[in-house]
């Protein structure tokens, strides 16, 4: 089964910016959708963004749109999220995760492969 690894979190202050990275290994994205999560301490994991990786179609959440970026990179296999603009309130830990299954799900339960998450934390 695909192995994903995400990394590129950190420590920011409001308003700045990270490129999130997920690389898979072992099975490619090809065909499927590709989602992006974020968790915060004691709180229900959260739909970000998706895409699908033959064509590239998009969804963002709305508290996310405009200010966030899901793109792949084919050759290398990755998938990134650029966040901008960053808020204390997005900060949590950012989950990378892949569905079998051609729609962009925005359910957690959608997706059955999931990698270990990389912090986020934007101060005030």
């Known amino acids: 089964q695909v192995q994903l690894v995400e990394s590129g979190g950190g420590l920011v202050q409001a308003g700045g910016s990270l490129r999130l990275s997920c690389a898979a290994s072992g099975r490619t994205f090809s065909g499927y959708a590709v989602g992006w999560f974020r968790q915060a301490p004691g709180k229900e994991r959260q739909f970000v963004a998706a895409i699908s990786w033959s064509v590239g179609r998009t969804t963002y959440a709305e508290s996310v749109t405009g200010r966030f970026t899901i793109s792949r990179d084919n050759a290398k296999n990755t998938v990134y999220l650029q966040v901008n603009s960053l808020k204390p309130e997005d900060t949590g830990v950012y989950y990378c995760?892949?569905?079998?299954?051609?729609?962009?799900?925005?359910?957690?339960?959608?997706?059955?492969?999931w990698g270990q998450g990389t912090q986020v934390t934007v101060s005030s």
């Open positions: 995760a892949r569905r079998t299954a051609y729609g962009l799900g925005s359910a957690p339960y959608q997706y059955d492969s």
